[in-house]
Nanobody
């Protein structure tokens, strides 16, 4: 079992940057693949990025590819989402999630962070 606590987020102007962090409890963090999802008002939760247990491989939604970077530090039990060149359409609540393997399907992830608001103003 793992508990995920998110930090970061906030409000930024278009073109700005933010970094989200997600700290995991327990000693098993390195056995989990990690993902980031987001949910805008009135929309379904959507995949943003994922990273394998070792951190060697990553996957991104087309909408964020080239602007967002997912990374992890297994020694610190933390996964990050660096978000650059932010756009108003990136405004959403962002969630980190843990699963045994990387997938783009939110239903596959069994553990979730509490969510953090990201607001990008034009």
């Amino acid at each position: 079992q793992v508990q995920l606590v998110q930090s970061g987020g906030g409000e930024v102007q278009a073109g700005g940057s933010l970094r989200l962090s997600c700290a995991a409890s327990g000693r098993t963090f390195s056995t989990f693949a990690m993902g980031w999802f987001r949910q805008a008002p009135g929309k379904e939760r959507e995949f943003v990025a994922a990273i394998t247990r070792s951190g060697v491989s990553t996957d991104y939604a087309d909408s964020v590819k080239g602007r967002f970077t997912i990374s992890r530090d297994n020694a610190k039990n933390t996964v990050y989402l660096q978000m650059n060149s932010l756009k108003p359409e990136d405004t959403a609540i962002y969630y980190c999630a843990a699963n045994r393997v990387t997938t783009r399907t939110s239903l596959d992830y069994g553990y979730w962070g509490q969510g953090t608001q990201v607001t990008v103003s034009s």
